[in-house]
């Protein structure tokens, strides 16, 4: 300590100290040692009942998910779920706590949550592993039965996928994001403020648009650009984020809405307002919501539409997503079945093997017919699908127009498979 910093903390006022590192805590009251989180619970406005209550999903448990779980599991988190789709590889084994040699090629959600578990010091804890596509296989009543979300993905096409339910629903998230010895943490909040895509930049636009094809299908080989990071700015953020998150489940939202920037080398931590965007397109409320557990996603279309009265009244249901039901080349006019979702569909599907044979690329308008709604006309062959193979995730919420009325329902049916033993009780929701 040079003489100047020195002399700066002798003249600090003594109200300071408790937040000097290493300084004598002001209350020394004498607890009892029989609880861990004695020393916690002496931060003032610290409530451990909260926590041990929180719900929180941690969407993506790579660097940050990792983090972010351990942090939330010695804190005393009580309920926790972890979604991800992928698999350990062994580059991640350096910026991932609960991962071990060994592990490459299983479930990242699977042993983070194995992992995490002996570490939750929260009494009777609950976690749960969300195995798939956090984009398009994680259904919105998930979202809704949460107190907190952390987005710990590393796409600004999985942050919106996030931040839009979570917005919609009134639950507030968290993200963080990674760039060598950088890192930032947006805090979205709830109700009217700016959603995670307000503060998207031009960089996180092109980042979606470069993983889809001009016929909006997946690039095969998507140009997954590798972010250099390490487990340093890795434990840095994902602590950040549940710093934020604390926040959140103690009931303060004064940092909803902004971002925190982080530049580790200097050390730099600057916060900034973000501004709501009046045309961004992810703005929309979801409420109320009409649970059905008599509807799940194993049902066929044509049961569902059953299920909701089609047969006395005009029902339609929209999917929130397109089924692709087949192309025709545009070389050689040769129909090709698809029979997929959008979003399960590759951009070399789409190339006519006829026409390739004779060298003539005709990936470009390939007129694709597609589908984003049921009702009691569509083709009796799509009403026998059943509404998974449709692309519609587990616990996933509809929006249904009957009789000209629109409202939302949620597929309950599948509550006890998605989320067993979850704290049921549902999420303030944002009124429209
Ligand atoms: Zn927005
Ligand atoms: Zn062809």
């Known amino acids: 300590m040079s003489d100047r910093h020195r002399e700066a903390m002798a003249t600090?006022?003594?109200?300071?100290?408790?937040?000097?590192?290493?300084?004598?805590p002001r209350i020394t009251v004498a607890l009892p040692a029989t609880s861990p989180f004695s020393r916690q619970m002496l931060v003032p406005g610290w409530?451990?009942?909260r926590l041990e209550r929180a719900r929180v999903l941690i969407a993506g448990a790579g660097a940050l998910g990792n983090a972010a779980a351990a942090n939330l599991a010695l804190i005393g988190a009580g309920h926790l779920a972890v979604a991800d789709f992928d698999r350990i590889e062994v580059s991640n084994l350096s910026r991932t706590v609960l991962f071990r040699r060994g592990d490459e090629g299983r479930s990242k959600a699977a042993v983070a949550a194995e992992r995490v578990r002996p570490l939750m010091l929260a009494r009777d804890p609950i976690v749960l592993p969300l195995e798939g596509d956090i984009v398009w296989e994680l259904g919105w009543g998930v979202y809704r039965r949460m107190d907190l979300i952390l987005g710990c993905v590393d796409s600004s096409e999985a942050r919106a996928a996030i931040g839009t339910p979570a917005w919609a629903l009134g639950v507030p998230a968290v993200f963080?994001?990674?760039?060598?010895?950088?890192?930032?943490?947006?805090?979205?909040?709830?109700?009217?403020?700016?959603c995670v895509a307000c503060g998207f930049s031009a960089a996180e636009w092109d980042d979606w648009s470069r993983r889809y094809s001009c016929d909006q299908v997946r690039r095969t080989a998507a140009a997954e650009a590798k972010v250099p990071a390490t487990q340093i700015i890795a434990s840095l953020i994902g602590a950040l984020m549940v710093q934020e998150g604390l926040a959140f489940l103690h009931g303060d939202s004064r940092n909803a809405g902004t971002r925190v920037f982080v530049a580790a080398q200097r050390p730099v931590i600057e916060r900034v307002r973000l501004t709501r965007k009046a045309r961004c397109p992810f703005h929309a409320h979801i409420a109320p919501v009409e649970e059905s557990p008599a509807l799940s996603n194993?049902?066929?279309?044509?049961?569902?539409?059953?299920?909701?009265?089609?047969?006395?009244?005009?029902?339609?249901?929209?999917?929130?997503?397109?089924?692709l039901l087949g192309c025709r080349c545009k070389g050689c006019g040769r129909p090709l079945p698809l029979c997929k979702p959008r979003h399960r569909t590759h951009a070399t599907e789409l190339v006519c093997e006829a026409c390739r044979s004779t060298g003539r690329p005709l990936?470009?308008?390939?007129?694709?017919?597609?589908i984003d709604a049921l009702s009691r006309g569509t083709d009796a062959a799509v009403l026998a699908l059943s509404l998974e193979t449709l692309g519609i995730p587990a616990l996933h919420l509809l929006e249904v127009e009957r009789d000209g009325r629109t409202g939302w329902i949620e597929l309950t049916g599948d509550l006890a498979r998605v989320l067993?033993?979850?704290p049921g009780e549902v999420s303030q929701e944002a009124s429209s």
């Open 363 to 370: 990936t470009n308008d390939p007129q694709i017919a597609s």
């Open 298 to 323: 194993q049902l066929t279309a044509g049961e569902l539409l059953e299920a909701l009265g089609v047969r006395d009244r005009g029902v339609t249901v929209r999917l929130g997503r397109e089924f």
């Open 12 to 24: 600090r006022p003594a109200a300071l100290d408790a937040e000097r590192p290493g300084a004598r």
């Open 176 to 194: 963080g994001g990674l760039y060598a010895h950088n890192g930032g943490v947006l805090t979205q909040g709830v109700g009217t403020g700016p």
């Open 420 to 422: 067993p033993g979850w």
């Open 47 to 49: 409530d451990q009942g």
